[in-house]
């Protein structure tokens, strides 16, 4: 079953993208009826870098826009972020993770295909990591530009067994849905 995320809740989460200097998260739950994700009560505001949320089965975080000198100006999902995925997707109490970015919205089912359940969260985020290192300085350099790395991140991402689904923020808004895994 798909279902979207509703406009008011896309436009609180994309909000904070657009306005805040801090990373901000939380958990959207099902309004079965409408088949829609609305946002839920609980929120967290961490700094740049990093917030903190509470495991659930569907969950956002963002990446501030204001955030420009550090890896996070990609606006990409860090090698963290998809290390912490893995790891809640082996749980199976997180099935799909959102992360807002001004460039869009990565949708990241956490739980994963019988590639990535094999594999150990650390040495995924290391690849990952390494990956990104390995780019860093042609990025610097300005020889790579965020629109050259995204499509060749996806790929690398999708090679290692992640599934990921990328919706561009346009003008014409472009609200992201996700699969569930079983309707509740
Ligand atoms: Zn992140």
């Not at 829609?36 to 870098?49: A, M, P, W």
């Not at 975080?61 to 955030?67: A, E, I, V, Y």
């Not at 099935?95 to 969260?121: A, N, R, W």
Request: overall charge positive; some cysteine; aromatic content about 8%.
């Amino acid at each position: 079953m798909i279902y979207k995320i509703c406009k008011n809740a896309h436009n609180q989460i994309m909000g904070h993208v657009l306005n805040s200097s801090g990373e901000h998260g939380g958990s959207l739950k099902v309004v079965e009826r409408e088949k829609l994700l609305v946002i839920d009560n609980t929120h967290s505001q961490g700094d740049t870098h990093s917030v903190v949320i509470p495991c659930s089965r569907i969950e956002w975080h963002t990446h501030p826009k204001k955030c420009t000198k550090n890896v996070c100006a990609l606006a990409l999902p860090s090698s963290e972020d998809m290390k912490l995925c893995l790891i809640r997707g082996k749980t199976k109490k997180c099935e799909v993770h959102f992360v807002y970015t001004y460039l869009g919205i990565f949708v990241i089912y956490c739980i994963q295909s019988s590639k990535t359940v094999k594999k150990d969260p650390v040495s995924c985020e290391q690849e990952i990591e390494s990956y990104w290192q390995s780019h860093k300085k042609d990025f610097e350099s300005e020889k790579l530009t965020i629109d050259d790395y995204l499509p060749k991140w996806i790929s690398k991402i999708n090679s290692l067994g992640f599934v990921v689904e990328f919706f561009e923020n346009n003008n014409n808004l472009n609200i992201p849905y996700c699969a569930l895994k079983q309707d509740v």
